[in-house]
């Protein structure tokens, strides 16, 4: 069993890790060969692409994995229709909306015009090696996104080198998107239908279009600070934020596609027992606050350090938003474990919900830009936001799953932990005592810990060996 799930980790987590070592390098090299400048504008290329795809995110990949038996082939075949069309209309948006898009981003309007290609070659993605995830093989699919992650370094090199633009990006994107294609259907065959259900493709719309509203939740969640960035400040300042932010958040997103690809199986597979359903979910709901936590404390401690070491000396930022970052990665990340919940017990409303109660940060952030000018007041806007986010969703997911009391004690103790870290680097900042800072990490070290060990008696090692709930879980 433990060779098994060993395996299932292995490939569950292979397309998520290479994908984002992958997207770094591009990132590093990027900002070795261009300058900030040209590097803001790439930035502004890749958040309007990300923002649309949110915007217009309809859930095709949860679609043909939920659909299996004698549907698998309809659900695909009728997920291609619907990707196609959404990939028409994102282009159609970008080339309409070109000269608002390089107004507020003060980017060639070409470039952005250029930008359209994307959606649509994207769109014609195989969907079938998505679908292959049901029997648990991840690996087709993390074939494709790494080759066309290999693609894109190999374009962002030569046109870097040779346009010393964002045009370099603008291909890069293109060729990653190509390769992405033609790979899923060189490793995968569809299975071919006579014609598409219309009920299918009917379910499909019905399936996806509540997610818009979710996707808007994220695009504000992802994008929005870089669009208030671009507005307030200037491209170079844009480039800075954005390297930065992604340093700190882009690798929640590898450990959160991981955690996900593990933990729907585990919470669906136990969700005709609501007492293990309970179980599962507070094992879920503990292990994402810890992981959190313990991913959280170096980059409060260590972003300023590495920004310059990694994108190189032009980049600098102050401790406070090296803290910052870190309670924002923290909770932005711990916001994956109740959703995760909420889309295993089909609650997608409310998850929603909680992904628009972030957009409130950014309203912060956009109002503390505009008074104080400064990107710490981007970053107390963003954790506010994550933090009224993470409440909203965790007292939703309490009406459907019971919380013990021994997690709503664990919760308030590693954000605890977590606080001290970031008031450590504040008291920095403020030039307090370092006999001060030291107290405070070694205590946070602690409390870290210790709750690290109740939690392990309570939910693996006390109730493994006393609860039939737990035992009887597919782990």
């Not at 995760?340 to 089909?346: F, N, Q």
């Not at 013990?404 to 504040?426: D, K, Q, Y």
Request: charged share 15%; aromatic share 8%.
């Amino acid at each position: 069993m433990i060779k098994k799930y060993i395996t299932r980790f292995s490939a569950a987590s292979s397309s998520p890790v290479a994908s984002f070592a992958l997207r770094f390098v591009r990132t590093v090299i990027l900002s070795r060969l261009l300058t900030p400048e040209h590097v803001g504008a790439s930035v502004a290329l890749v958040t309007i692409l990300s923002s649309g795809e949110l915007i217009t995110s309809v859930g095709l990949d949860l679609f043909v994995i939920v659909n299996s038996g004698e549907r698998r082939a309809q659900a695909v075949a009728a997920a291609q229709q619907v990707a196609l069309l959404r990939g028409l209309l994102l282009a159609g948006a970008i080339a309409l909306f070109t000269p608002a898009l390089a107004d507020i981003f003060s980017v060639n309007a070409t470039s952005i015009y250029w930008l359209s290609l994307v959606p649509p070659i994207a769109s014609l993605k195989n969907l079938r090696v998505i679908q292959l995830q049901q029997e648990y093989k991840y690996i087709p699919d993390a074939a494709c996104t790494i080759g066309g992650q290999v693609g894109a370094l190999i374009a962002i090199v030569i046109f870097a080198t040779w346009l010393h633009d964002e045009r370099a990006m603008l291909v890069s994107l293109v060729a990653e998107a190509a390769v992405n294609v033609a790979l899923s259907y060189l490793l995968t065959s569809r299975e071919r239908v006579a014609s598409v259900d219309p009920t299918i493709r009917r379910a499909a719309l019905l399936f996806g279009l509540p997610l818009v509203l979710n996707g808007i939740g994220l695009m504000v969640l992802g994008q929005a600070d870089r669009m208030i960035v671009a507005k307030l400040f200037d491209l170079p300042t844009l480039a800075l934020y954005s390297l930065t932010v992604n340093l700190a958040i882009a690798p929640t997103s590898i450990l959160n596609g991981i955690v996900s690809k593990i933990a729907m199986p585990f919470l669906t597979r136990s969700q005709a027992d609501h007492d293990k359903f309970t179980r599962a979910s507070l094992i879920l709901l503990s292990g994402v606050l810890l992981i959190g936590a313990a991913y959280a404390a170096p980059v409060g401690l260590l972003l300023d350090r590495l920004v310059p070491l990694v994108y190189g000396s032009r980049y600098q930022v102050t401790p406070a938003f090296s803290a910052l970052m870190g309670g924002v990665a923290f909770l932005r990340f711990c916001r994956y474990g109740p959703s995760i919940v909420l889309i295993a017990l089909s609650k997608t409303t409310w998850l929603t919900a909680g992904n628009l109660v972030s957009g409130l940060g950014v309203l912060i952030g956009l109002l503390l830009g505009m008074r104080y000018g400064h990107l710490e007041s981007i970053a107390v806007g963003l954790l506010i936001g994550d933090g009224l986010s993470l409440a909203f969703l965790s007292l939703i997911v309490g009406r459907f799953v019971r919380h013990e009391n021994g997690f709503r004690f664990h919760a308030p103790v590693v954000i605890l932990a977590v606080a001290l870290v970031a008031l450590a680097r504040l008291t920095e900042y403020l030039g307090l005592a370092p006999g001060l800072q030291t107290i405070m990490l070694v205590a946070a070290a602690i409390v870290f810990s210790l709750d690290a060990a109740i939690v392990y008696n309570m939910i693996v090692a006390e109730r493994g060996r006393s609860s039939p709930a737990i035992r009887s879980l597919d782990l």
